[in-house]
């Protein structure tokens, strides 16, 4: 008999600045698959757009996966990205872990089988959500020796690779430095001298906490013209930096910031599908292709995976959510031939591993899914209900229209 789509609900819960969102999908025979998506870095209204898509899954036969993404892609070809998108792969990773349940074995044999026994991963956000989010993560960084501790710290606990971010600092010590996304409101985002001798210091400092023999990525994100990410680079030669990462909807000019820097670029977190990975690809703009499966879904992530290999070029999953997250990422990353490395926010909150049944083993850098069939963990219902979401305003706690 077919086992399909019985019923689907959404649930979040507080994640402290931000709030963590699941898909919970109910299979005629019981089975119950989850995903988790994300209602916070993209734009907002995603939980309506899944509230008003939802009821056309029902009734998908469980294992026709492709098929259901397909279908439900016919009626959003207008606008396939974006929110969109994002509906498609919340359903499609919510899927993918009630197919793997009900067959029995864990998401990576659908997609191929593994490759790897364990995923080297990168201490994302380094010094940077101590800076931003002492209250939820503690160890709270205050100055360029905070910096230079978190560093310290990541080498010691056996990291071979830390990320971190673009902070100014003042009196009050260190600020995120997010024009992008109007923190603070910048339209032209343009680099200023003392920004470039702030970011300097930060990465300085980080550099000697971490040593020679630990890899260096900085995310510029969307906050600079390849102008500034140029003067930036410029300012930061002197530390070995292995990957710039930067956001730009413009593949030329992020192949002319590759060819004129000389360091590694990473970008297309916030891309959707082949089709828009395609224009990077072949303008030769990355060395590293980032992939949201949260965003876009593991099964499309690995035809995207696919076809960056078939440009040379390695991908790194998108990955600073939930546990849930983590996993579904993990099990993508077990079956990709062309993974350069996976991004993992080691700061949790205090609650993290409470929300969820299992949690990603860590032993030094390397990262190894729980054992069992889908995801191989799955969030518990009464911990994310004791802790109910928080209506927050603005984005990422900015207001741009408040002077």
């Known amino acids: 008999m077919t086992s399909t789509i019985a019923s689907i609900e959404l649930l979040a819960c507080d994640a ?130 905070g910096v230079r501790a978190a560093g310290e710290e990541a080498r010691e606990r056996g990291f071979h690779a830390v990320k971190t971010n673009l902070f100014e600092y003042g009196e009050s010590g260190p600020k995120s430095w997010a024009t992008g996304f109007a923190n603070p409101f910048n339209p032209g985002l343009n680099i200023t001298t003392k920004l470039l001798n ?23 994100n969307f906050n600079a013209k390849p102008e500034g990410v140029l003067k930036l680079l410029s300012a930061l030669d002197g530390f070995n930096i292995s990957w710039a990462e930067f956001d730009i909807y413009n593949p030329d000019a992020l192949a002319f910031i590759r060819a004129q820097s000389g360091v590694a670029v990473a970008s297309c977190e916030t891309s959707f599908g082949v089709r828009q990975f395609l224009p990077y690809l072949r303008a030769q703009a990355i060395d590293v292709g980032i992939i949201d499966v949260v965003w876009n879904g593991v099964a499309q992530g690995m035809k995207i995976a696919h076809t960056a290999e078939a440009f040379d070029v390695n991908i790194a999953p998108h990955n600073f959510y939930s546990h849930l997250a983590t996993t579904m990422s993990a099990q993508f990353a077990m079956a990709v031939p062309n993974l350069r490395i996976m991004e993992h926010d080691v700061d949790r909150l205090s609650y993290d591993d409470d929300l ?48």
Not at 199 to 216: F, K
Not at 363 to 376: A, I, K, N, R, Y
Request: proline fraction near 6%; charged fraction near 25%.
């Open 16 to 145: 402290g600045w931000r709030n963590y969102h699941f898909v919970k999908l109910t299979t005629s025979d019981g089975v119950i698959g989850w995903s988790e998506y994300d209602e916070d870095y993209g734009p907002r209204g995603l939980t309506q757009a899944l509230e008003l898509y939802t009821p056309l899954f029902l009734g998908a036969d469980i294992m026709e996966t492709e098929r259901a993404y397909q279908a439900l892609a016919t009626t959003m070809r207008p606008a396939p990205h974006g929110i969109t998108g994002e509906v498609l792969g919340a359903i499609e990773n919510a899927m993918l872990d009630a197919k793997a349940r009900t067959i029995g074995v864990p998401v990576y044999e659908l997609l191929g089988g593994k490759i790897r026994d364990s995923i080297n991963i990168y201490w994302s956000h380094c010094a940077s959500w101590r800076i931003s989010h002492p209250q939820h993560y503690g160890n709270a960084v205050t100055d360029l020796g």
């Open 198 to 220: 702030d970011v300097t210091a930060h990465v300085g400092a980080l550099r000697d906490g971490v040593g020679d023999e630990v890899e260096l990525f900085i995310d510029f």
């Open 356 to 403: 969820f049944t299992d949690r990603p083993r860590i032993v030094g850098d390397e990262l190894t899914v729980p054992s069992g069939p889908g995801w191989g963990m799955t969030p518990i219902e009464d911990e994310i209900r004791r802790r109910p979401p928080v209506h927050r305003e603005g984005y990422f706690g900015n207001k741009p229209l408040k002077r």
